[in-house]
């Protein structure tokens, strides 16, 4: 079963677009050269991270954020489980190291835990836990 899913970032973006208000708003009247410096990485960063792909086909689990960006792979045969998790609101959103592994989510509490044959735990963040969860075990048997 081939799978396919891009999850947009909305709660990111979000953030990122009340930071960017915040710091115009509070730059008003001023003569501050960190301004366009700030607004600059904070549209590097939106692009970015604009949004989760994660694809499944015969072989592996791919995943990257926005435009192709930070691209990861994680072969079928060394996914042992996979199970949905609620992660909390404060492990954030990007790439983090939590308690039970590598997260990679741009908007949600709602992840796919895979558990690898070496221990190793990943987690991605989705939209769309049950499809995902769905298409790895076709390829588990």
Not at 19 to 47: K, Y
Not at 115 to 127: A, D, F, Q
Request: charged letters at 15%; proline letters at 3%.
């Amino acid at each position: 079963m081939q799978y396919q899913n891009t999850q947009t970032g909305k709660a990111l973006l979000l953030v990122i677009g009340g930071v960017l208000c915040f710091i115009i708003f509070t730059s008003i009247g001023n003569n501050n050269e960190v301004i366009l410096p700030a607004i600059i990485i904070l549209g590097i960063i939106s692009f970015l991270f604009h949004s989760l792909n994660i694809q499944v086909d015969n072989n592996s689990v791919n995943w990257s954020f926005g435009p192709g960006f930070w691209k990861k792979s994680l072969d079928i045969k060394s996914i042992n489980s996979v199970r949905v998790i609620k992660t909390k609101w404060y492990y954030g959103l990007g790439i983090r190291y939590i308690p039970s592994g590598w997260l990679y989510a741009v908007s949600g509490t709602t992840a796919v835990e895979f558990e690898l044959k070496n221990g190793t735990k990943i987690n991605l963040g989705t939209n769309d836990p049950d499809n995902l969860i769905k298409a790895i075990q076709s390829q588990l048997r």
